[in-house]
């Protein structure tokens, strides 16, 4: 079993960064996959980024590609998500998820553990 943490939200202006940082208890944390979701008001949750259990393989949905950066330190059993450029779009609850498979995927299904978020806002 895994229980995860997550960290690091506030209240940023448009164009600043934040890093979330999701700690994670269990010592098979090195055997997850794991991803960043995000929920906004009204609307249903999202997939934000992922990140394979040996850290070689991310992938990122379209809208945060190129701003947005996961990582992760199985040592530590962290995983953080560098955001940059941020927009008012941006703004939500971010939740971290863990799930026992090799590579992450885009769908909330495919994960098993799950944080209880951490909340960000861009204002404009």
């Known amino acids: 079993q895994v229980q995860l943490v997550e960290s690091g939200g506030g209240l940023v202006q448009a164009g600043g960064s934040l890093r979330l940082s999701c700690a994670a208890s269990?010592?098979?944390?090195?055997?997850?996959?794991m991803g960043w979701f995000r929920q906004a008001p009204g609307k249903e949750r999202e997939f934000v980024a992922g990140?394979?259990?040996?850290?070689?393989?991310?992938n990122y949905a379209d809208s945060v590609e190129g701003r947005f950066t996961i990582s992760r330190d199985n040592a530590k059993n962290t995983v953080l998500l560098q955001m940059d450029s941020l927009k008012p779009e941006d703004t939500a609850v971010y939740h971290c998820?863990?799930?026992?498979?090799?590579?992450?995927?885009?769908?909330?299904?495919?994960?098993?553990?799950w944080g209880q978020g951490t909340q960000v806002t861009v204002s404009a």
């Open positions: 998820a863990g799930g026992r498979s090799f590579v992450a995927g885009k769908n909330s299904y495919e994960y098993d553990y």
């Open positions: 269990g010592r098979a944390f090195g055997r997850y996959a």
């Open positions: 990140i394979s259990w040996s850290g070689g393989s991310t």
